[in-house]
């Protein structure tokens, strides 16, 4: 081995601090692009913020794209207005009484069989075992009147299917044959509706429900 060499692996001769001083530059070089980067990338970061700001600013301010849509549930301007309470906006030729909710009273004396009566009837097709039917009802105890259930408090008619055992006995008994547009008085004794007896929250007894028939399909 030289003496040269043997120099340079001991870091004594001249060219080892030549190289040194290079790896110093190098070092230097390098310390200076990546803070050049770092500052780069930070400045990028606050550019972005910035527009942030400015753009939840301008949707505080102005109320943005989504603010000018109808919430959902939420008529738009060319829907037509909401009904108000007890009320409901009915299909094209139903008759005028089946816009708002009726009264129903309690019934009189043992109710031992069903009974169906004709408080309005409507002029569509008759009710036919097997179509969904629409329909607006309430639900009382038939022997003082208190009522249980209404699809008018809760603001929708309710769609079920007729006839097929999806709903009490008295209900698919008593609308069959009923015509679409019709409102009618179902006096249903214990055993055609939930039992003789209240379980599980359900009515027990003897019901009355007056029912409106808006569609069938």
Same mark, same amino acid.
């Given at each position: 081995?030289?003496?040269?060499?043997?120099?340079?692996?001991?870091?004594?001769?001249?060219?080892?601090?030549?190289?040194?001083?290079?790896?110093?530059?190098?070092?230097?070089?390098?310390?200076?692009?990546?803070?050049?980067?770092?500052?780069?990338?930070?400045?990028?970061?606050?550019?972005?913020?910035?527009?942030?700001?400015?753009?939840?600013?301008?949707?505080?301010?102005?109320?943005?794209?989504?603010?000018?849509?109808?919430?959902?549930?939420?008529?738009?301007?060319?829907?037509?207005?909401?009904?108000?309470?007890?009320?409901?906006?009915? #299909?094209?030729?139903?008759?005028?009484?089946?816009?708002?909710?009726?009264?129903?009273?309690?019934?009189?004396?043992?109710?031992?069989?069903?009974?169906?009566?004709?408080?309005?009837?409507?002029?569509?097709?008759?009710?036919?075992?097997?179509?969904?039917?629409?329909?607006?009802?309430?639900?009382?105890?038939?022997?003082?009147?208190?009522?249980?259930?209404?699809?008018?408090?809760?603001?929708?008619?309710?769609?079920?299917?007729?006839?097929?055992?999806?709903?009490?006995?008295?209900?698919?008994?008593?609308?069959?044959?009923?015509?679409?547009?019709?409102?009618?008085?179902?006096?249903?004794?214990?055993?055609?509706?939930?039992?003789?007896?209240?379980?599980?929250?359900?009515?027990?007894? #003897?019901?009355?429900?007056?029912?409106?028939?808006?569609?069938?399909?």
């Amino acid at each position: 081995m030289s003496e040269r060499v043997q120099n340079r692996s001991a870091g004594q001769g001249p060219g080892t601090k030549a190289e040194r001083r290079l790896a110093a530059q190098l070092a230097a070089k390098k310390a200076a692009e990546k803070k050049r980067r770092r500052q780069s990338v930070l400045g990028a970061l606050a550019g972005v913020a910035v527009v942030a700001v400015l753009i939840g600013v301008f949707v505080a301010v102005n109320g943005g794209d989504d603010d000018k849509k109808p919430a959902a549930g939420t008529p738009s301007a060319s829907a037509p207005a909401a009904a108000a309470p007890g009320t409901q906006q009915l #299909p094209e030729g139903t008759d005028p009484a089946l816009a708002t909710k009726p009264a129903v009273g309690p019934g009189k004396g043992e109710l031992t069989k069903l009974a169906v009566t004709t408080l309005v009837k409507g002029k569509g097709p008759e009710v036919k075992a097997g179509q969904q039917i629409t329909t607006n009802y309430v639900g009382v105890f038939y022997k003082d009147g208190k009522q249980f259930d209404s699809s008018w408090d809760r603001g929708q008619p309710a769609t079920f299917p007729i006839g097929v055992g999806q709903v009490i006995k008295g209900w698919d008994q008593g609308l069959v044959g009923v015509p679409v547009g019709s409102r009618v008085q179902l006096d249903i004794p214990g055993d055609l509706a939930y039992g003789n007896e209240s379980v599980g929250g359900r009515p027990g007894g #003897p019901l009355r429900f007056v029912v409106d028939v808006l569609a069938a399909q």
